[in-house]
């Protein structure tokens, strides 16, 4: 029942590596977001995409960058990894003019 | 710009007490609100959306424009209600009005339910 998968729960990466996470959905979104989870500042967006090979700059893009290829896959990329990018990141999807994300189990990132 | 908060980081009530999880945002035009929740371990998940008008597991929450608040309520708390709370809202709007759902949440709302 699974409708928006994130490959990875856990990831420990060095500073300076570049980081890729990845996102899937099956239910054919056409938006698809990137938020980083951190204590005691909600949920900031990244990036996100409302359609193949689009996509726009949320309030927090620096240091990140994102790739839409597929309609079905939403990336993001850490070009350069830094340790306050130690965080948990959620991918969702929507579809467009619907409401309500669905969300994906996150990905707990650790730069050391 | 678009901005929610929710003022309190922790709530704690008694099982069986009422409980209100506030929430204000700003924003000039007509704003969609929601609330989602967090379960321990669980994946984050849409509770209710105002348009809607639904109740959900014995949550409300009405939009006051006056005030600018989507309050979460629920008359008599329970256990399983322990979570984290995001309010959130969409009021982004491309060509041609379509809405690309593009969400603000609030820093978030831990409620604990004591026994």
């Known amino acids: 029942d699974v409708k928006v998968t994130q490959s990875s729960r856990y990831l420990v990466k060095r500073t300076g590596e570049k980081v890729f996470l990845e996102c899937v959905q099956d239910m054919d979104h056409e938006n698809m977001f990137w938020y980083r989870q951190d204590p005691g500042l909600g949920l900031r967006l990244i990036y996100f995409s409302y359609d193949v090979k689009m996509k726009e700059k949320g309030d927090i893009p620096e240091g990140y960058s994102v790739s839409r290829e597929k309609k079905e896959r939403f990336s993001l990329i850490l070009e350069s990894a830094s340790t306050n990018q130690t965080s948990m990141y959620l991918c969702a999807s929507s579809r467009v003019g619907g409401l309500g994300y669905t969300f994906g189990s996150g990905t707990r990132l650790t730069v050391v | 710009a678009q901005r929610v908060t929710q003022p309190e980081k922790l709530l704690s009530v008694f099982k069986g007490a009422p409980v209100e999880l506030k929430c204000n945002y700003s924003?000039?035009?007509?704003?969609?609100l929601f609330w989602y929740v967090q379960y321990s371990r669980q994946r984050l998940q849409l509770l209710l959306r105002?348009?809607s008008r639904e109740s959900i597991k014995g949550f409300t929450a009405d939009l006051n424009k006056g005030e600018t608040s989507f309050h979460l309520k629920k008359p008599f708390a329970q256990e399983e209600d322990s979570a984290m709370y995001y309010c959130a809202l969409s009021g982004f709007r491309g060509a041609g009005g379509t809405s690309y759902g593009k969400l603000t949440f609030g820093q978030g709302t831990i409620l604990t339910v004591h026994p």
């Open positions: 924003y000039s035009g007509s704003p969609e």
């Open positions: 105002h348009i």
